[in-house]
């Protein structure tokens, strides 16, 4: 559903990704881990096209989207739920979930009824969104607000999902919610790029996963294989 390929790509002149490749099979979630700084989220940005990648290629259901626009990506079925969870303060929490539509409804049917359905379902994922509906977006905990942005993504109906480090800055109990949800998306077939620094709880609802060292894939393997890893063990899940 998703290959990237000998992808480059940085910001000015430091190259960040230096040949990253990765395959994300359709209903797979697929974990990418490593240190800080391995270049984790700059591989979430050039796949989505929030960076632009200076080489390689990023496959998307069977096309070629590198240098493509963001918005245009997002259309062809790539959601990108970043780190930061960055939703809209001041806009209610159905809104957000509506502005995760936005690209794929048609704007003559009014946003709001042709999202019915797919609010309905976000709402019987995660019922206190449906509590809150009305709040702005900002009033909201931290572990709400990225049940709201996996909720906006979820929201664009895409064919791939992209999760950057959900669980960063919450409280375990919430940390723990989160990947409960997660473990939920993967049951409803969602195929899904997770990038977490909880390699330990990011391998246990993974299918496959890449360990990422100074802009490149390192090692990979099933999360069994990564297990016994020696290296991994030490550096990652000791
Ligand atoms: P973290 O878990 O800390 O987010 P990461 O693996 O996601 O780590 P990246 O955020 O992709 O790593 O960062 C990789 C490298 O790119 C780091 O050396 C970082 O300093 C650099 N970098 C990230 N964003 C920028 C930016 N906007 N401008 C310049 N350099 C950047």
């Known amino acids: 559903m998703l290959v990237v390929d000998d992808l480059h790509a940085g910001y000015g002149a430091s ?4 040949g990253t490749s990765l395959t994300v099979k359709p209903g797979a979630v697929v974990a990418l881990i490593g240190a800080n700084g391995a270049g984790k989220t700059t591989t979430m940005r050039a796949i989505s096209g929030l ?4 080489h390689g290629r990023v496959v998307l259901d069977g096309r070629e ?11 062809l079925g790539l959601a990108h739920s970043p780190e930061g969870r960055k939703v809209f303060g001041p806009l209610s929490v159905e809104d957000n979930l509506l502005l995760g539509a936005y690209g794929r409804l048609p704007k003559f049917l009014g946003y709001k009824a042709g999202a019915r359905a797919d609010l309905d379902r976000i709402y019987e994922l995660f019922p206190r969104l449906k509590d809150r509906a009305r ?35 919450l409280a375990p109990v919430i940390v723990q919610e989160v990947f409960r949800t997660i473990r939920r998306l993967k049951e409803e077939g969602i195929t899904l790029l997770l990038v977490e620094q909880f390699a330990k709880s990011a391998l246990e609802v993974a299918d496959y996963a890449y360990v990422m060292e100074r802009g490149h894939i390192a090692v990979e393997g099933t ?16």
């Open 135 to 169: 709040q702005s977006a900002g009033t909201l905990s931290g572990g709400e607000q990225q049940m709201l942005a996996i909720g906006r993504a979820l929201m664009a109906r895409p064919k791939v999902m992209l999760l950057d480090e959900p669980s960063m800055g």
């Open 65 to 75: 989207v590198q240098g493509l626009d963001a918005s245009r990506i997002a259309r």
């Open 15 to 18: 190259e960040v990704l230096v």
């Open 51 to 54: 960076l632009r990648p200076s």
């Open 223 to 238: 999360p069994e294989e990564l297990g016994r890893n020696e290296r991994v063990l030490a550096a990652y899940l000791g």
